[in-house]
């Protein structure tokens, strides 16, 4: 099946300063979910983007979905410690919401 | 938005022993979905459950050490079989959505000694 490849693996920040991860395939994606899990919590679901080209904002978070529909970025502004917390990105499989989970960039922000 | 509960949140178990981990959805659900999230990793489907009918496992778990149930719209049950140290993880169970996206339940944290 189709795979994901997320980096960083990991990303210390200073509170203030802008964060970002990014996924990557060798294939079109057909659509692509970012989830956050905060320390000790579950995932929950951010967003989805299916559009080639697609740019949505949730506050300071600014999700990307590349012109060729193979990448996809998150972007934080600003970080906050509330921002603490591993961010996944996933796919959804032709087989309907079967999602497969990149490895993860966990975020931490330094008060 | 659904509201999911598992039961037990943690527990420590003996190897060999087994543990039945149990998922209630506060709304009637089509399908359900079990994930595995190994200490530092990212979730790995286990399988998926529909109601009256066997769940379906993804590659490298089978159903004698995964079984699953699935009585009614709103309810599923994981057991972890004959438990090794490696089966410690976050055992998560979650639900459909809309549009693809998946709610989680709290997740069940196993330890096996």
């Known amino acids: 099946g189709q795979q994901v490849m997320q980096i960083p693996q990991y990303q210390h920040v200073q509170e203030g300063e802008d964060f970002t991860t990014y996924c990557n395939s060798s294939t079109t994606l057909s659509n692509i979910q970012w989830y956050k899990q905060r320390p000790g919590g579950h995932p929950v679901f951010l967003i989805q983007?299916?559009?080639?080209?697609e740019v949505k904002k949730q506050k300071r978070l600014t999700f990307q979905f590349g012109e060729a529909k193979k990448n996809s970025s998150l972007h934080i502004t600003a970080t906050q410690t509330t921002d603490v917390g591993t961010y996944f990105c996933?796919?959804?499989?032709?087989?309907?919401?079967?999602?497969?989970f990149g490895k993860g960039t966990k975020l931490s922000v330094i008060p | 938005s659904a509201v999911i509960s598992q039961k037990p949140s943690r527990d420590i178990c003996q190897r060999g022993t087994s543990l039945t981990i149990q998922c209630q959805v506060d709304?009637?659900?089509?399908?359900m979905f079990w994930y595995r999230q190994q200490p530092g990793q990212s979730l790995t489907l286990i399988a998926t459950?529909?109601?009256?009918?066997?769940?379906?496992?993804e590659s490298g778990f089978v159903i004698d050490k995964f079984p699953i149930s699935r009585p009614n719209l709103t309810f599923s049950t994981l057991t972890v079989s004959n438990m090794s140290p490696e089966d410690s993880s976050i055992y998560l169970c979650s639900v459909e959505g809309g549009r693809g996206s998946l709610f989680f339940g709290p997740g069940t944290r196993l330890t096996v000694l």
């Open positions: 459950a529909n109601q009256g009918s066997e769940a379906t496992y």
């Open positions: 996933a796919l959804l499989s032709d087989r309907s919401y079967q999602l497969t």
């Open positions: 709304s009637q659900v089509t399908m």
């Open positions: 983007l299916v559009k080639s080209g």
